[in-house]
C-alpha cells in the first residue's frame, strides 16, 4: 500500500517552519543540489514537486494493476477500474463536486477547450435540441478578465470567433484587483458565458468569486472558473462556490503531469454536446449515429489517464490530510514575506496588491534595468529556481507596461528561509548587472 505522509498533521493554524523541514522530507527532489546550491523551488506556480506517496501510487498503478479501465472481463481490469473511479471519488471530494461531475482532463487547457468546443458543436446547425442553452451566436457575449492566462482566454477568442458572439473583459485596476463597477456594466442579458480566475498567477490577486458568479447569475450566464491557482492552496467547494464549471491541473497540485480536472453541474454536462468523441464514451453505434454515455464518460473518449488519476488522488489525500486552510495560511505568510522583501530592494516594482492586501503565495515583479530572463538565471546560478517571461499573460503584461516579469512562487514545502535566500540573491541583482 502507498506510505501515508511521513510527517504527522498538527492542529496549528498555520503550517510552521518546523513541520515544513518534515514535509520537505516527502519530496526527494528538493534534496538535490542545483548549480552546486542547495535547491530553493519557487516555481510551483508552474509545476509543483511531488510527495513520495504520490511516486508510489504511480508505480504501484503499474507494477500491480495495469489494464483499461470499464471494458475488461479480468482481474487486473477489474481493480484497475476500481482504482481509477475511487481517484475520481477522492478528487471529486476535494473540491466538492459529485462524482459523475468531475471529468478527467489532460490539464486545466484542456478542461477549458473541452468548454469551448462543446459550446462550439451546440451552436452548430443540427445540434441537438438539449444543446440549446450552450449555442452562442451573433450578438451574444463571452465575458473574461484582462488577467486571464491564455489558456482561458484563446479558447473564448476561438468560440467568440467561429460564433459571431463577442468577447468583452472585465479590466485590472491600478491595485491589480477586477474592475467590479466595469464588470457589473459589461455583464448583461446577452453575456452567456462568463469565464474568470480564481486566482491569478501573475498579480496573486484572488478574485470575489461571490460577486462575479452573482452578476453572472442575474443574467443566466454560464460561469466558468480557473482554479488552476487556487484548487492546489485553498480550500475549495464549487459547489459553495456555485460555479456551473470549473477547471484545474494535477500537476500544480503535488500530481504527475497529464491529469486535469474539469468540473461541471451534471444537468449542464448531460446536456452538453461532446467534446472528442470514439470509443467508451457511446451507448450504441450503427454505421451512421452514435448515442453518447452520461457524464464523466461522456467525455471521456478513447484510454484514459489512469495511472495519472490514481496518483492525482494520492496527492489530494496528501493536501488534505495537511490540511488546505493551513497550508493557505502558510502560503499568506510567505506571500506577504516575499512582497514585504521586494519593496524594500530599491528597483524592484511588484506586481498586484501591496505588502498588507491578500494575496496567494506568489510575487511577480520588474527589476528596473534587467530583463527577467537575466535575472532568472542570475537566480539559477545562486540554486534558485523562479519562472520569467509572460507567464501565459500577455495582455495583462502589456497592461502593466511589460514584456515579461519574474515570479517566486511559494508551495506547502517552501520555508521563510527559501524566501530570505530568494530576497538576498534578488537584492544582488541590480549591483551585478550595474542597472
Ligand atoms: C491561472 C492559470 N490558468 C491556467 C493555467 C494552465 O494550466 P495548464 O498548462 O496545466 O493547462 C495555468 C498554468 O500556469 C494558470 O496559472
Redesign the pocket.
Known sequence: MVAPPAHLPSPAPALGNDEVLRIRNDFPILNRPVNGQPLVYLDS??TSQNPTSVLEAEQEFYEQRNAAVHRGAHHLAVEATDVFEDARETVAAFIGAGVDELIWTS????GLNLLSYSFLNASLPGAPAEAARFALGAGDRIVVTEME?H??LIPWQQLAARTGATLDYIPVDDSGALDLEAAARLIGPRTRVLAF?H???VLGTINPVNDLVALGRAVGALVVL?A??SAPHLELDVKALDVDFAVF?G??MLGPTGI?GLYGRSELLNAMPPFLTGGSMITTVTMDRAGFLPSPQRFEAGTQRISQAVALAAAANYLTETGLARIHAWEATLGQRLVEGLEAIPGIRVLGPAAGRERIGLAAFDVAGVHAHDVGQFLDSRGIAVRVGH??AQPLHRRLGLTASTRASTYLYNTTDDVDAFLDAVAGVRPYFNA
Open positions: 506556480g508552474a490539464n486545466a487547457t484542456e492566462h489558456a482561458n480566475t486566482a491569478s498567477n480557473d488552476c491557482q491541473s500537476h500544480k486535469g507567464h501565459c
